[in-house]
DNA sequence: TTATAAATGAAAATGATTATCATTAACAAT
DNA sequence: ATTGTTAATGATAATCATTTTCATTTATAA
């Protein structure tokens, strides 16, 4: 399935261009299985595009993140991690992270019965403590069984 | 109320030693009302204790945090920030946290329903996924007033 | 009181991320 | 197709939180 088409027309909306490093991380993220990091995508493009440099997968990071095509995690070990979200309601899902290798697992169960909490918990938030919420992440943290 | 004959006796149980930097590290955390960072303790304890080390406050975190004494938070800005656990179910809350300044605000809204949810996501996880898990946390990333 | 192993603090090291800036390239208008 | 404007890039240096190292101090068990 390609986005591609998608992605392009946001892009231009927001008035930022298509670009062949924009191009191979987007196609990156939508190929990988699990969730990435600024140097996970440099590793893994660097033998089919070396010249690309490490603050351009950074800033095209932000850039995917602010415009909504990515999520951003954060616990675990000190890095940052990222996913491409789908949108689609059936993919919605939480995770699951190894404390001591960052290791995030995407799981699906009870999400659907998370859903309605979290719809009144974050309605009755955002008014009694003046926040424009944006997001919510449920986590899990534990070890997984290859790092015990 | 003074938890402290409790982690003294915790810390005898684990070897570790009951010093100056960890009491008053302690201390603080059991005065504070929001989370701390340790660039906040040690700003903090500096006046009364200007021989304290920030290497002595990461440390003195990371052991708190080994014992469950302290629960450490890390999305929001880059930096992670703490709050003494206290073992009081009627205390258990969740966070809404800023993105844009890092403030954490607690919250007790739903806690009692999320809290069967919980526990059986849980269950579910670590067998599905062979996971040891140690905690959970459920935030809300958005942007506060005073960023606005 | 003493021996020993843990804890400390200063300084340097690390690792992720961000800022700077000169150069390159996308693309809207011609 | 050409061009001008401006965003994007990449190399380098800077920043910022956190860790490591190591020589010194100190808590505490014996």
């Excluded at 009694?128 to 986590?139: A, G, L, P, T």
Aim: one cysteine or more; aromatic letters at 8%; charged letters at 25%.
């Amino acid at each position: 399935m390609h986005a591609r088409h998608q992605w392009h027309r946001q892009f231009r909306a927001n008035a930022c261009r298509w670009t062949a490093p924009r191009e191979s991380i987007l196609d990156l993220l939508g190929r990988a299985k699990g969730h990435l990091s600024a140097k996970d995508i440099y590793a893994a493009l660097y033998p089919s595009f070396p010249g690309l440099g490490l603050t351009t997968v950074y800033r095209t990071l932000e850039l995917l993140h602010r415009l909504g095509i990515v999520q951003k995690v954060t616990s675990g070990d000190g890095q940052g991690r990222y996913e491409l979200r789908s949108g689609q309601a059936k993919d919605h899902h939480h995770h699951l992270i190894c404390t001591r290798c960052g290791r995030i697992v995407n799981y699906r169960d009870f999400v659907e019965e998370e859903l309605e909490l979290v719809r009144k918990t974050e309605e009755a938030l955002a008014k009694k403590y003046d926040f424009v919420i944006q997001d919510h992440s449920i986590e899990f943290l534990g070890i997984c069984g290859t790092c015990r």
